[in-house]
């Protein structure tokens, strides 16, 4: 792993990427294996093994993803009040990691619920100084480029766990536990490689006894970067977890077994597009892709709301792979591009603070109308919240308020 990553680079790669972001790739792309190898078969586990409703699978992927989002305004706060951010990735990483015999080991829901919040309050600690270190680290000409490339190697992860989750599932069916405790080896060959391959980025600090004033922060950040929080807000409520994707696909008749796929195919198509869409957005708009994947949504949405066949599925899964490759890495470029200086850190943690709150709406809507009405409500909610994101972003374009 070393070598293949110095091979690439010296203080930067060739494609002019600098080391550090293809260390935090391959970090990323480590736990997600760890982590994808459990998420892709948890919706299956809560709801057959433990017997869970949709309305706690909601509960619990709602609250789980939330935590990880509102937790990054403080991760990134406490990283530009005091530097070390490399340590608050490894706190966050390691976090990760302990949660994960607790998925092995749950008989009760409010187990795995208690292990979800915690292993999502770890990616949320990781999240802000990770990306804060991108931006400090990468020259402007090529920042969509590198948050691409991460983003990339992070859904390549995405999809080698779920893959993974598969083939041990045709060995050890139905146990769910033995691939649990399997997953914990790629989490903690993630915290080698942040030990010993990536460099303490320290930027100036601020002195320790000044209070964490949020109003400066406020008062700093420039009217585009307020509208684009108005858009991550509402482009959030458009987006619930990926479990109901997964109960979908077991309502039109994909065989258990190959369940998991669907996640694999969601981050397949998502890292073959991400880094092509951040390159092209350090030449281009980068709204008109937010724009792009939007549109992308509203006809995932449509497709899993409207067709219930297994070929439905596989449409809606590679619209949502597209969605994600246009929209995820294009946010975090844009919060390091209209993010105040001083504040890079804190702008990551209150821009995801404040779609954590909107995510956390989403998945318990979702999970409500599922109950009460169909699956097909549910998407077509989806697509609805989609179709006003993307009439606000349009509003904002043509106004030149944001880029």
């Not at 998925?103 to 919040?117: K, S």
């Amino acid at each position: 792993m070393f070598d293949l990553l110095h091979s690439h680079t010296g203080k930067r790669a060739n494609s002019g990427i600098p080391k550090t972001v293809w260390v935090l790739g391959f970090v990323s792309l480590l736990m997600d294996i760890s982590s994808e190898m459990i998420h892709a078969l948890l919706p299956l586990f809560m709801s057959t093994t433990l017997g869970a409703s949709a309305l706690w699978i909601g509960l619990t992927e709602g609250v789980g993803e939330s935590a990880a989002l509102i937790s990054k305004v403080f991760s990134g706060v406490i990283a530009d009040k005091f530097g070390k951010k490399k340590w608050l990735v490894f706190t966050g990483y390691a976090l990760g990691v302990l949660s994960k015999p607790f998925f092995a080991l749950a008989t009760c829901m409010p187990v795995v619920f208690g292990a979800r919040f915690f292993d999502r309050i770890g990616k949320g600690i990781r999240g802000a100084p990770r990306d804060a270190i991108v931006a400090e680290v990468t020259p402007d000409s090529v920042r969509g480029a590198a948050y691409g490339l991460r983003q990339s190697l992070d859904a390549a992860g995405a999809f080698i766990g779920p893959a993974l989750a598969t083939i041990l599932l045709m060995f050890f069916t139905e146990n769910f536990r033995i691939i649990f405790w399997l997953a914990l080896i790629p989490g903690l060959c993630c915290l080698a490689l942040i030990l010993f391959g990536v460099e303490n980025v320290e930027t100036e600090k601020k002195p320790v006894k000044e209070p964490i004033e949020f109003k400066t922060f406020f008062l700093q950040i420039s009217p585009a970067f307020k509208c684009l929080l108005v858009i991550g807000i509402v482009f959030s409520l458009a987006r619930f977890s990926n479990a109901f994707m997964i109960l979908r696909a077991a309502d039109c008749g994909v065989p258990a077994p190959l369940i998991p796929l669907i996640l694999v195919g969601i981050n397949l198509v998502f890292a073959a597009s991400s880094y092509p869409f951040g390159k092209l957005a350090d030449h281009l708009s980068s709204s008109k892709f937010l724009a792009l994947g939007l549109i992308f949504l509203i006809a995932s949405d449509s497709v899993f709301a409207l067709w219930q066949t297994p070929y439905a599925v596989a449409g809606g899964v590679v619209l949502f792979g597209l969605h994600l490759g246009a929209s995820q890495g294009i946010f975090s470029m844009m919060v390091a591009k209209l993010a105040p200086a001083t504040f890079k850190a804190t702008a990551f943690g209150v821009f995801n603070f404040l779609c954590g709150l909107a995510t956390l709406m989403a998945g318990l809507l979702a999970g409500f109308i599922w109950e009460l009405y169909s699956p097909a409500y549910t998407f077509a909610l989806g697509a609805i919240f989609a179709l006003l994101s993307l009439l606000l972003l349009t509003v904002l374009m043509r106004r030149h308020l944001i880029d």
